[in-house]
């Protein structure tokens, strides 16, 4: 009988109350539904008539597209390509493999390759900052080619690389098979890969703006002029790239950037020259506020 008392004593002990960390555990999930909220709601903008085929608007921060206009074609995309050789030369100037002072003495070989030239004679020495500025700024298939060759042994050896890199950075629609965007069977990237990539590269990198947000640079006793002509005409422009070929046709990636807010504009396959610079910065009027359903 004592036993069966005990017992009986036991369960009429009352339960404690347990609201506080039932609050506690709402707030907590009130905040992570914030948090959530904030990464996924990113607003869509409508933008005009475009003649660029396809169009990739993404916001850097949280890495979501406010437009998107057939993104998921794979095309050819000129020089965009060297977005990723760069990507992987600064890897290697991070990780000490290469140096900002490293030189390249120029042979017949890269004075005279395929495609868009910054111009180099043979026996000229160039830094790897010079040859870094001669790529994304002017362009050059030549200055493209001796970065190759002081990151790889060749650049089937480097094309390999960047097919790396673009698996790790989850480009499912991009395939490289040189450094430089030569028209080239087997080489393609899509408008969301290559915004992809842009993100990727500027975050991972914030040094190349130094180098693409400004119309010109001086680097030892040579100047690049920088081929984005937005830049230095709208100071929301940050640069990126640009890339023409004849199967390709005119690309063009622009970053803008303005009170704390950054996008990657991709434009490829404008009707021309001209069209795709009016056209990037009609996106980044409308982003800002400035054009058609803009809201400041």
């Not at 914030?34 to 709601?41: C, K, L, Q, T, Y």
């Not at 010079?130 to 080619?145: F, H, I, P, R």
């Not at 842009?198 to 081929?227: C, Q, W, Y």
């Not at 803008?256 to 056209?279: C, K, M, T």
Request: net charge neutral; proline share 3%; with cysteine.
């Amino acid at each position: 009988m004592k036993k069966g008392k005990a017992s009986s004593s036991r369960s009429k002990k009352p339960v404690k109350k347990q609201r506080p960390l039932l609050w506690l555990a709402a707030a907590a999930v009130l905040v992570c539904a914030a948090v959530v909220w904030r990464h996924f709601s990113v607003p869509q903008i409508e933008l005009p008539y475009l003649t660029s085929r396809y169009v990739a608007v993404m916001d850097v921060d949280t890495g979501r597209f406010v437009y998107k206009q057939d993104i998921d074609t794979p095309r050819s995309p000129a020089s965009l390509t060297k977005l990723m050789t760069l990507f992987l030369v600064l890897d290697d100037l991070e990780s000490g493999a290469l140096s900002w002072e490293d030189t390249f003495t120029v042979t017949p070989e890269q004075a005279h390759t395929q495609g868009s030239k910054y111009g180099m004679t043979p026996g000229e020495v160039f830094t790897v900052r010079q040859l870094v500025a001669g790529t994304v700024l002017s362009s050059g298939c030549d200055c493209v080619q001796c970065l190759v060759l002081m990151c790889a042994q060749d650049e089937l050896d480097f094309v390999a690389r960047m097919n790396e890199k673009a698996k790790e950075l989850g480009m499912k629609g991009s395939n490289f098979a040189n450094a430089t965007g030569i028209d080239a069977s087997g080489h393609y990237m899509t408008a969301r890969d290559i915004a992809v990539l842009s993100r990727e590269l500027i975050r991972a990198h914030p040094e190349l703006l130094d180098f693409t947000s400004v119309p010109k640079l001086t680097v030892g006793d040579r100047e690049f002029k920088n081929m984005h002509r937005l830049v230095g005409r709208d100071e929301r422009v940050a640069g990126l790239k640009t890339g023409t070929t004849l199967i390709g046709g005119y690309n063009l990636v622009t970053l803008a950037q303005e009170d704390g807010r950054e996008y990657v504009i991709v434009l490829l396959d404008s009707n021309n020259d001209n069209s795709r610079f009016s056209e990037a910065k009609t996106v980044v009027d409308v982003l800002f506020g400035e054009g058609q359903n803009g809201q400041k």
